[in-house]
């Protein structure tokens, strides 16, 4: 189910802006990784680099290795619409297709897998919706556009739809920075029961947020504007808190800048 | 260079009193510009209510008199004895046209905006899109000689395959042997006039489609098409169907063209590769000349029923937007 991704070496451009340079790290399998740095640090880029939605935007180009378990995502071979299936996707603002019911909306990813008989959707929609603690308040109304939701239900309405293909990884780009903080707090729930089943990586700017939700933190920075994000260091959310080992991640973490 | 007969733009729903001012200071600003907006605003419904009394007075004058049935009568003899006029050879033609003209231009409109907005490199994309735009200022006149010189002969050959392969369909049985002057022309040249203004409108809405919506299909693992099946599409609905309906007003008016290539009867044929038949538009255009007052009256009557198929038109575009409104990206 849930595997372990691995990075080497890796470099992400804009054309030829290196947005993060040489980034290696390992994210284990079945715990949540959170990102965190200063704005432009290149922790959204990074993790868009994971699922390959990086080389979406216009000039955006990758130099190194992402292992997932055995096989490089950036393979020769590899087709990057296959990877977008295995490693799911949740964004800043919630975004579920306003033209579809709830019902379409979490059944959208699988509808592109393959088809499904009503009775196997309907048992796995149902399931997605409870995993994402949104089935009781929309079981009334699963015909209803999901653009009629709050935003905090929007955002699980996505983690719904992200996790009813059953993903091997859930990538979180700053899930909760559009929400207030019941929405916030009903999130980061939903975060610890997911990370039973898959691999979750979350990048916020919310540092109260990663030492509540994560098993390991990773603290991006950089040099100066214009310069490329690096990776600073990675390790046990709790000792990033505590007893970080540089010396920037703990001015970070105590807000002496950033 | 346009013939085409404005579009009754829907009458302005009067607008709602703005923000009462009572108590407050008015300025000087606010006044002028309210009494502005408010004279434009009344204007444009006095403006619609001018013609529309305009066409009906002279069309009351000239149905009055008249002895055949105005709507269904196949004649058009306004000052014969008697007085026998009526409209629908040209409601077959006119309809008939734009159904061919949509039919064709409508799906290659979408297929180009979408080129031009998702798949095109940026810089063809530009080019394209101006050259799009020009086919759009290529005045009607030209539209209908090239129709006349070029697309009358070379569809000759087309319209004999038609016969022969699917002349089993009726609609495409072409009993005689006269030159393709037919609506099945008119049809295709009206499809080559309203492409660039169909294409233009899609192409914009969809180059507004939002970018998060993308990305979320992108995301699911959906291929660039599938992309634009969940979420650019969708969005663009709306557009479409307007788009539509302001190319479908251009082909239910458009004049100079179709008077130049079709040969005008009035003589009911369902065989769309016949000669013959016309149009609201051509009808007006090639008998307003040589018409006396009543015979006049008796073609502005006939304008009056455009005016109003016009309208509905826009009233059936606009209900159909509306009640997708819940769904639409709007309020997204």
Known sequence: MAKRIDVSGLSAFYGSHRAIDDISMTVEPRSVTAFIGPSGCGKSTFLRTLNRMHEVTPG??????????????????VDPVAVRRTVGMVFQRPN????MSIYDNVAAGLRLNGSYKKRDLDGIVEKSLQGANLWNEVKDRLNKPGSGLSGGQQQRLCIARAIAVEPQVLLMDEPCSALDPISTLAIEDLIGDLKERFTIVIVTHNMQQAA????????FNLEAVGKPGKLIEIDETERIFSNPSVQATEDYISGRFG | ?????????????????????????????????LGLSRGSGILLLTLMAAIAAFLTYRAYIAISENEANFLTSFEWNPQGEPVEFGIAILVYGTIVSSIIAMVIAVPIAVGIALFVSHYAPRRLAAPL????????????????????????????????????YLGWTYIFDKTGTGPARNLFTVGILLAVMILPVIT???????????????????????????????SVLPF??????????????RALGETMAVATVLSPSFLFSGHLLDPGGGTFAQNIAAKFNEADEFGRDALIASGLVLF??????NGAARLIIARRKEYSGANA
Request: cysteine-free; charged content about 15%.
């Open chain 1, 60 to 77: 955006g180009r990758v130099e190194g290795k992402v292992m997932l378990d055995d096989e490089n995502l950036y393979g020769s071979s």
């Open chain 1, 96 to 99: 579920p297709f306003p033209t």
């Open chain 1, 212 to 219: 509540r939700v994560s098993d390991r933190t990773a603290f």
């Open chain 2, 1 to 33: 260079m346009n013939t085409t007969p404005t579009v009754p733009a829907p009458p302005a729903e009067p607008a709602g009193p703005p923000p009462s001012a009572k108590g407050t200071a008015t300025r000087p600003g606010d006044k002028i510009f």
């Open chain 2, 129 to 164: 899109a101006y050259v799009i735009d020009l086919l759009a200022a290529v005045p009607s006149i030209v539209y209908g000689l090239w129709g006349a010189l070029v697309l009358v002969p070379y569809l000759g050959g087309m319209n004999k395959w038609l016969d022969q």
């Open chain 2, 200 to 230: 233009n409108v899609t192409r914009e809405v969809f180059l507004q489609s939002p970018k998060m919506h993308e990305e979320a299909a992108l995301a699911l693992g959906a291929t660039r098409w599938e992309v634009i099946r969940m």
């Open chain 2, 236 to 249: 663009g609905r709306s557009g479409i169907i307007s788009a539509s309906m302001l190319g479908l007003g």
């Open chain 2, 308 to 313: 109003v198929m016009t309208l509905l038109v």
